[in-house]
C-alpha cells in the first residue's frame, strides 16, 4: 500500500515521529513517503499518489497545523483515509478516520491493514524497527547546537516514551496516566549512529523525562560514550530528579552532558502546587547549584502566565533569573509562555480553575481562560508583542531580557551581552506545553513552505 506519512512540527528536529513508523511500516511491505512540513514544500501530487496518509501530532502546534493541511486535503480527495497519531492524536478525532495515541506503531500499521480495532497500544519494552530516515530532509537542516561561535546538527532519539509523574498541565499524562515504555538501548545506539555517519556531533534525548528510567539512561549514555566519545548531548529531567539523582551528574557530565532542560514553571508556590510540579522553589535554587557544580549549564522553561499569575509573580521570576546566573540560559520566548489546556488537560477539573475557564476553541484546539487578574492578560499581551518583535528584530536575549525587566516595571540591569555568555542551545527555540506564539500559526497554503 502506498502510505503517506506527514509531519508538521517537532520542535527542530527532524522528526523522529515519523522516521519510526516509517521504518516499521516499509519492513511490513508497503511503499512509504515522509513529508516534514516544517521545512518542505506541501505537492498535491503526493495526495494523489497516497492510499493512506498518516499524520504525527506529537505536540499541540503539530496539531493544530495539521488540522488545517487535513481540511486541504479533504477538499482535493475527500475518499482518501486519514490518521493521526500522537499526544495530540486524540484532539482531531472528530476530523480523521482514525486518531491514534500512546504507542502507536502496532495500531498505525493495523489501520493501514484495514484491522483498526485498536487505538492504543502499550509495551513494557520496545524495540523498534530502525527509523527511515533516508526519506526525510537532511540532518544539517534541521535544528543545530550553538555553543560559543559554533552551530553544530543535532541528532534526536528518545530512550523512553511516557513519563512516570502526572504533572496537571502536561500533555503526556493525559495518554500515559503516568507509565513509561523503555526503549531497547541497541535500537536507540542504532538510531544514534545513522545520524552520526550523516554528521550530527550532538544527540538531544527527547525523552519526557530522560532519568524516569534512570538506570536505562545511564547504560544508553555510558554506550553511546564508548561509541562515540566526542558526541556532547542534553536531556530533559524533572527538578525532583536532578536532585534525587544528584550522582549521575559527574558521569553525565564526564560523558559529555552540556546542558539539562528543566520546567521551572514559576516561582509562585501555590502555582506550583496547583499543577502538581512536585518541586518547590528552594529545589530549583538547589537543582541549579547541583547541575553548576558538575559544569552542566540548565535551561530552565517557565510558564509564567496562568489564571493565578499577578504582575508581582512575573517581576519575581525575572528577578530569580537574574539572582540564580540564568540569564544567558532562558530563551527569551520562555518569559511570554501562557498556560495550554487542550482537551483531556488534568487541570480542567481543578477547583482553583473552574472559575476561569471559558469555552473551547475547536479550530485552535484548546480551552480558552482569563487571568484572576486582568492587568496580567494585559502584561502577557505587551511582552509576546515586545519578545516577538525583538527577536525577529535580531537583538541579543539580554537586551530582551532587560526590556522585558523594563515593561514588568523592574530597573534595568547593568549587563553587557559581552559578559553574559550564553549557554549552549538548541537554534530552536521552544517548548510544547504552552499556546503557540503568533508566528507559528501562520496561514498554511498547500503550495509554500510551512516555516517552523
Not at 52 to 72: D, G, N
Not at 371 to 383: F, I, N, T, V, W
Request: hydrophobic share 40%; glycine share 4%; with cysteine.
Amino acid at each position: 500500500m502506498r502510505i503517506l506519512l506527514v509531519a508538521t512540527y517537532d520542535l527542530g528536529h527532524q522528526p523522529l515521529s515519523i522516521a519510526a513508523p516509517a521504518g516499521r511500516l516499509r519492513e511490513d511491505g508497503n511503499e512509504v513517503r515522509c513529508r516534514d512540513l516544517s521545512i518542505e514544500k506541501w505537492d498535491p501530487a503526493d495526495i494523489e499518489w497516497a492510499e493512506r496518509v498518516a499524520f504525527s501530532v506529537p505536540m499541540h502546534t503539530a496539531a493544530v497545523i495539521a488540522q488545517q493541511v487535513i481540511t486541504e486535503i479533504r477538499s482535493q480527495r475527500p475518499d482518501l483515509p486519514i490518521a493521526a497519531f500522537g499526544l495530540y492524536g486524540h484532539v482531531l478525532s472528530g476530523l480523521v478516520d482514525r486518531a491514534l495515541s500512546g504507542e502507536t506503531d502496532d495500531a498505525l500499521s493495523a489501520w493501514i491493514a484495514l484491522n483498526a480495532d485498536t487505538q492504543v497500544i502499550f509495551h513494557d519494552r520496545i524495540k523498534p524497527s530502525l527509523p527511515a530516515r533516508d526519506l526525510l530532509p537532511s540532518l544539517d537542516q534541521y535544528a543545530h547546537l550553538i555553543s560559543g561561535e559554533t552551530a553544530v546538527p543535532v541528532a534526536y532519539v528518545e530512550a523512553s516514551h511516557g513519563c512516570s509523574h502526572r504533572c496537571r498541565h502536561c500533555p503526556v499524562p493525559v495518554v500515559y496516566d503516568g507509565r513509561i515504555r523503555i526503549m531497547a538501548t541497541d535500537s536507540v545506539i542504532a538510531d544514534i549512529e545513522q545520524q552520526v555517519a550523516v554528521g550530527a556531533k550532538h544527540v538531544t534525548f527527547g525523552d519526557p523525562d530522560f532519568l524516569n528510567g534512570a538506570q536505562h539512561s545511564r547504560r544508553v549514555v555510558k554506550e553511546m560514550h564508548s561509541r562515540f566519545p566526542d558526541l556532547t548531548f542534553d536531556c530533559t529531567v524533572k527538578v525532583e530528579h536532578v536532585i534525587k539523582y544528584a550522582d549521575v551528574w559527574k558521569e553525565f557530565s564526564e560523558s559529555g552532558c552540556l546542558f539539562v532542560v528543566s520546567a521551572f514553571e514559576s516561582v509562585d508556590e501555590a502555582t506550583l502546587l496547583r499543577l502538581d510540579k512536585g518541586h518547590t522553589v528552594a529545589d530549583m535554587e538547589r537543582a541549579v547549584a547541583i547541575l553548576k557544580e558538575h559544569s552542566i549549564a540548565v535551561r530552565p522553561s517557565w510558564m509564567p502566565f496562568t489564571p493565578w499569575t499577578t504582575p508581582d509573580q512575573v517581576r519575581k521570576l525575572l528577578e530569580f533569573v537574574a539572582q540564580n546566573g540564568l540569564v544567558g540560559n532562558v530563551d527569551v520566548v520562555q518569559y511570554t509562555i501562557r498556560l495550554l489546556l487542550p482537551p483531556g488537560s488534568l487541570l480542567l477539573s481543578h477547583p482553583d480553575l473552574v472559575k476561569y475557564l471559558g469555552d473551547y476553541d475547536s479550530t485552535r484546539g484548546f480551552w480558552s481562560w482569563e487571568s484572576a487578574d486582568p492587568q496580567a492578560d494585559s502584561l502577557h499581551r505587551r511582552l509576546a508583542t515586545l519578545v516577538e518583535t525583538k527577536t525577529a528584530a535580531g537583538e541579543h536575549s539580554v537586551a530582551i531580557y532587560n526590556a522585558v525587566r523594563e515593561a514588568c516595571g523592574l530597573p534595568m540591569l547593568d549587563l553587557s551581552p559581552d559578559e553574559i555568555s550564553q549557554a549552549p542551545h538548541l537554534s530552536e527555540a521552544w517548548f510544547c506545553c504552552a499556546e503557540p506564539t503568533a508566528s507559528q500559526l501562520i496561514d498554511f497554503s498547500p503550495t509554500e513552505t510551512q516555516s517552523a
